[in-house]
């Protein structure tokens, strides 16, 4: 079924152990063989769980669901060129984390595990308590003093305990730790299994393409969630042959927080902390991003490239989008700068994916700052 692999020291561990991080210190991924039989995916509900056999659960009695998937593939007009916009704040909890909620809690489920906790700026945090509770799991989540009070309603409303963290996302995500010590520690960022479910957006982007790949895909990057589990999961197309190529991935961050985009422009292998200065995209705002390494690989490995976008560009991404219609929270608004800003250097017929990752909903406090 597959292995636990160590990124650092290459030490292996069974799936079927609750282990998240090398007794080393290391990251782990999740070394495993996907298969994908197209007729029986197509006769599937669509959901998430349509992929059952390219994703690592042993049993389908552990599946923790609330139907989520195979959101709306729209074509949406940016800068005057078309744009395919992958709908993921229509979510269950509001925003895409509820792919990998999903299969780690499933996996959760799996392992016995009774108690976990996870940090977040918000939407994984959101996401981890709803699974959760529907997996009758306990549930900790610790979040900044300044997230979002929607976002915090929003978990504690799911039952989790809500434990609010003075400082920076970084103190954070240091509390977390500690208290993973001691209980499974449900990461959005370190735990492998959440990236087999954010990995699913690949596969539906390319079912809904016709099985062909786009080429190019623009996505929001913080700890790289989604960015990651989008390499993953086309690469994954590619290595069983149901597409032909890779597309180009293109990560997007905010200019007041952006330690990816100053390695890439400095060649770096390795990304340098930066001051996590306040930005209204707080859900990619990560000063040092865990699996940072692993986000430039797949970014150079793909011949992509990182963009930064200022405060004012996400302002007017945000209300230039929510003029068509769309009502997103302003974190998905910076991906929307960063495709204006991607645009003019693009190929005439290039087939561009990208996605708004969480409903403005979320962040009515921050949107109503934003009216004139």
Same mark, same amino acid.
């Given at each position: 079924?597959?292995?636990?692999?160590?990124?650092?020291?290459?030490?292996? #561990?069974?799936?079927?152990? =609750?282990?998240?991080?090398?007794?080393?210190?290391?990251? !782990? *991924?999740?070394? &495993? %063989? /996907? $298969?994908?039989?197209?007729?029986?995916?197509?006769?599937?509900?669509?959901?998430?769980?349509? #992929?059952?056999?390219?994703? =690592?659960?042993?049993?389908?009695?552990?599946?923790?669901? !609330? *139907?989520?998937? &195979? %959101? /709306? $593939?729209?074509?949406?007009?940016?800068?005057?060129?078309?744009?395919?916009?992958?709908?993921?704040?229509?979510?269950?909890?509001?925003?895409?984390?509820?792919?990998?909620?999903?299969? !780690?809690?499933?996996?959760?489920?799996? $392992?016995?595990?009774?108690?976990?906790?996870?940090?977040?700026?918000?939407?994984?945090?959101?996401?981890?308590?709803?699974?959760?509770?529907?997996?009758?799991v306990k549930c900790h989540i610790y979040v900044p003093q300044n997230t979002s009070a929607g976002k915090l309603a929003q978990i504690q409303l799911y039952g989790a305990e809500l434990h609010q963290v003075p400082g920076t996302r970084e103190d954070t995500a240091q509390a977390a730790l500690g208290a993973a010590e001691k209980r499974y520690y449900a990461s959005h960022a370190w735990n492998p299994f959440f990236f087999q479910g954010t990995k699913t957006?690949?596969?539906?982007?390319?079912?809904?393409?016709?099985?062909?790949?786009?080429?190019?895909?623009?996505?929001?990057?913080?700890?790289?969630?989604?960015?990651?589990?989008?390499?993953?999961?086309?690469?994954?197309?590619?290595?069983?042959?149901?597409?032909?190529?890779?597309?180009?991935?293109?990560?997007?961050?905010?200019?007041?927080?952006?330690?990816?985009?100053?390695?890439?422009?400095?060649?770096?292998?390795?990304?340098?902390?930066?001051?996590?200065?306040?930005?209204?995209?707080?859900?990619?705002?990560i000063a040092r991003p865990v699996r940072g390494r692993q986000i430039l690989d797949a970014i150079r490995q793909t011949k992509g490239q990182i963009l930064a976008v200022s405060e004012d560009e996400i302002g007017k991404a945000?209300?230039?989008?929510?003029?068509?219609?769309?009502?997103?929270?302003?974190?998905?608004?910076?991906?929307?700068?960063?495709?204006?800003?991607?645009?003019?250097?693009?190929?005439?017929?290039?087939?561009?994916?990208?996605?708004?990752?969480?409903?403005?909903?979320?962040?009515?406090?921050?949107?109503?700052?934003?009216?004139?």
């Amino acid at each position: 079924m597959g292995q636990l692999v160590c990124t650092e020291c290459q030490a292996l #561990y069974p799936l079927d152990e =609750p282990v998240w991080r090398c007794d080393c210190g290391g990251i !782990l *991924d999740i070394d &495993f %063989t /996907p $298969l994908f039989n197209l007729a029986r995916i197509k006769r599937r509900r669509p959901t998430i769980w349509r #992929y059952r056999e390219a994703i =690592p659960l042993d049993h389908d009695a552990n599946i923790v669901s !609330l *139907d989520e998937g &195979f %959101t /709306p $593939l729209m074509e949406i007009t940016i800068g005057g060129k078309t744009v395919f916009i992958k709908q993921d704040h229509l979510f269950p909890t509001g925003s895409y984390k509820d792919r990998g909620a999903s299969v !780690l809690v499933s996996k959760v489920k799996e $392992l016995g595990v009774t108690e976990v906790v996870e940090d977040s700026s918000g939407n994984a945090g959101s996401a981890i308590a709803a699974y959760c509770a529907r997996a009758s799991v306990k549930c900790h989540i610790y979040v900044p003093q300044n997230t979002s009070a929607g976002k915090l309603a929003q978990i504690q409303l799911y039952g989790a305990e809500l434990h609010q963290v003075p400082g920076t996302r970084e103190d954070t995500a240091q509390a977390a730790l500690g208290a993973a010590e001691k209980r499974y520690y449900a990461s959005h960022a370190w735990n492998p299994f959440f990236f087999q479910g954010t990995k699913t957006f690949a596969f539906e982007v390319s079912e809904q393409l016709g099985w062909k790949p786009p080429d190019t895909v623009i996505l929001p990057v913080g700890n790289g969630t989604l960015l990651l589990g989008a390499y993953i999961g086309f690469r994954e197309l590619l290595q069983a042959g149901v597409i032909d190529r890779m597309p180009r991935i293109i990560g997007v961050q905010a200019e007041n927080c952006a330690p990816l985009y100053r390695a890439y422009q400095q060649n770096r292998a390795e990304v340098p902390p930066v001051e996590n200065r306040e930005t209204l995209a707080e859900g990619i705002a990560i000063a040092r991003p865990v699996r940072g390494r692993q986000i430039l690989d797949a970014i150079r490995q793909t011949k992509g490239q990182i963009l930064a976008v200022s405060e004012d560009e996400i302002g007017k991404a945000l209300g230039e989008i929510c003029r068509q219609g769309y009502y997103i929270e302003p974190t998905s608004a910076a991906t929307i700068a960063g495709i204006k800003e991607y645009l003019p250097g693009s190929s005439p017929g290039e087939v561009i994916v990208s996605v708004f990752t969480g409903h403005g909903l979320k962040a009515t406090e921050k949107m109503l700052k934003l009216l004139p």
